[in-house]
């Protein structure tokens, strides 16, 4: 499940298990019930984000469940889980995205390899790793298409690295 820490405003994947632990620091962000017992007296502490898929304790002290702190907008319509006592809502507002071309704002700013990594000391796992990417780089470049991940030629690199 995704989670965000409104401490260190960093979203990650956390195990569906209670307690919830923050992955920088590891320390508490709250307990859920997801298993619905609901045991007096009942405190709602979570939220959840129907838009951005994230978990994150209520801030009563900021703007509590007005505006989503991941994705930062707006609540349209809250629904609380008489079960499990997590107040999820969602927005009717659409998230501004403003795409960038490198026609107009120039060369792209993060321009890098993909790469794989291996233990310095694994050999043979690197050969074959590199056969399966040489056997095949056109079923890569379709995925990639389909995602409408943005390439650069390696000439480009060099030149917008400087």
Same mark, same amino acid.
């Given at each position: 499940m995704r989670v965000f820490c409104p401490e260190h405003k960093r979203g990650f994947f956390a195990p569906r298990q209670s307690p919830v632990k923050c992955e920088n620091r590891g320390h508490l962000l709250g307990e859920l019930?997801?298993? #619905?017992v609901g045991n007096s007296p009942v405190?709602?502490?979570?939220?959840?984000?129907?838009?951005?898929e994230h978990f994150c304790p209520i801030d009563f002290?900021?703007? #509590?469940?007005?505006?989503?702190?991941?994705c930062t907008r707006p609540s349209s319509q809250l629904y609380l889980c008489d079960k499990c006592h997590l107040v999820s809502f969602e927005?009717?507002?659409?998230?501004?995205l403003t795409p960038v071309t490198p026609d107009?704002? #120039?060369?792209?700013?993060?321009?890098?390899?993909v790469s794989l990594g291996v233990?310095?000391?694994?050999?043979e796992l690197r050969d074959q790793l590199d056969m399966f990417v040489t056997n095949h780089r056109k079923e890569i470049n379709g995925?990639?298409?389909g995602y409408n991940v943005p390439r650069v030629a390696p000439?480009?690199?060099l030149t917008s690295a400087k």
């Amino acid at each position: 499940m995704r989670v965000f820490c409104p401490e260190h405003k960093r979203g990650f994947f956390a195990p569906r298990q209670s307690p919830v632990k923050c992955e920088n620091r590891g320390h508490l962000l709250g307990e859920l019930d997801f298993e #619905g017992v609901g045991n007096s007296p009942v405190e709602i502490r979570w939220q959840y984000c129907c838009n951005c898929e994230h978990f994150c304790p209520i801030d009563f002290d900021r703007e #509590g469940l007005e505006r989503c702190p991941v994705c930062t907008r707006p609540s349209s319509q809250l629904y609380l889980c008489d079960k499990c006592h997590l107040v999820s809502f969602e927005s009717n507002t659409p998230l501004e995205l403003t795409p960038v071309t490198p026609d107009k704002d #120039g060369a792209l700013r993060f321009a890098f390899d993909v790469s794989l990594g291996v233990r310095k000391k694994d050999h043979e796992l690197r050969d074959q790793l590199d056969m399966f990417v040489t056997n095949h780089r056109k079923e890569i470049n379709g995925i990639l298409d389909g995602y409408n991940v943005p390439r650069v030629a390696p000439e480009a690199q060099l030149t917008s690295a400087k």
